[in-house]
């Protein structure tokens, strides 16, 4: 972190944390190439077209998927092997479309160095909770770099049939590993630029910091529960301030 930021000194910052991230549209946007693979997957494993896609905000493709299915007219048991089918399928669409990721996508602005900021902070994991597989979200990671900020191993992805605020609580039971405490809801955050993901967070014990890079308002995030809103990731100083300020309940 350069010298020249100036705010909390590290001694304030010297307290346990786990910061979450959400990937898409807080960190990077690669929406259209996502469509595409949804697409392709969809149509592989239905035999029908994706003709009405669904929002995103807050889900994991594993939720998307059944709705794609309604809004598309296709009956399926919902207990179907058809949901991993297409899990895979979209892990070989997307997989082979990474390349289009820099071309296609984008890094939001500010969010590497806002990253090597909080990574700086003593005593503090960097984390995603992803609507993604796993797969998918990695290499959206690794294309632009981000990759190396983040403790994948613990993180939550939308490889599993749980909803975000699940995930969030399993990470912060299970992030310090056998024989570590949990992480307290007070040690814990989940930055985001959803409104369904600022309510994921109070459910499932994370303070949410919101970042004005998708399409809710700051008075629709602050309704939701964030009571720290950002304009967007350009000011890491500010970042790591809001990170402080989200858990000073955790300094003892």
């Excluded at 993604?132 to 403790?151: E, I, M, P």
């Excluded at 969030?168 to 056998?178: F, K, T, V, Y």
């Excluded at 994370?206 to 004005?212: K, Q, S």
Aim: aromatic share 8%.
């Amino acid at each position: 972190m350069e010298s020249s930021l100036t705010g909390p000194s590290c001694e304030e910052f010297a307290i346990s944390r786990l910061v979450l991230w959400n990937i898409d549209l807080t960190l990077l946007d690669v929406g259209q190439v996502t469509r595409a693979a949804y697409a392709e997957a969809f149509e592989k494993v239905t035999g029908e077209p994706l003709v009405y896609l669904t929002s995103a905000a807050g889900r994991t493709d594993s939720e998307m998927f059944f709705e794609f299915c309604a809004r598309n007219y296709v009956d399926l048991d919902p207990d179907t092997s058809v949901l991993g089918e297409f899990l895979d399928a979209l892990e070989e669409s997307f997989g082979k479309r990474s390349d289009e990721l820099l071309s296609k996508g984008h890094v939001m602005p500010g969010a590497a160095a806002s990253l090597a900021a909080v990574a700086s902070m003593p005593d503090t994991v960097q984390t995603v909770v992803s609507g993604s597989t796993r797969a998918n979200a990695t290499t959206k990671l690794v294309a632009f770099g981000l990759d190396a900020y983040f403790d994948l191993d613990i993180g939550g992805f939308g490889s599993v049939s749980y909803p975000k605020s699940s995930l969030i609580q399993s990470i912060r039971l299970h992030a310090a590993g056998e024989g570590g405490r949990p992480y307290t809801e007070e040690e814990t955050v989940f930055v985001t630029d959803s409104v369904p993901d600022v309510r994921a967070a109070t459910i499932g014990g994370a303070a949410p910091i919101g970042v004005l890079n998708g399409s809710a308002t700051e008075g629709q995030l602050r309704d939701a529960g964030a009571a720290i809103v950002l304009p967007d990731l350009t000011d890491p100083r500010a970042v790591m301030t809001a990170v402080h300020q989200a858990t000073q309940g955790a300094a003892r």
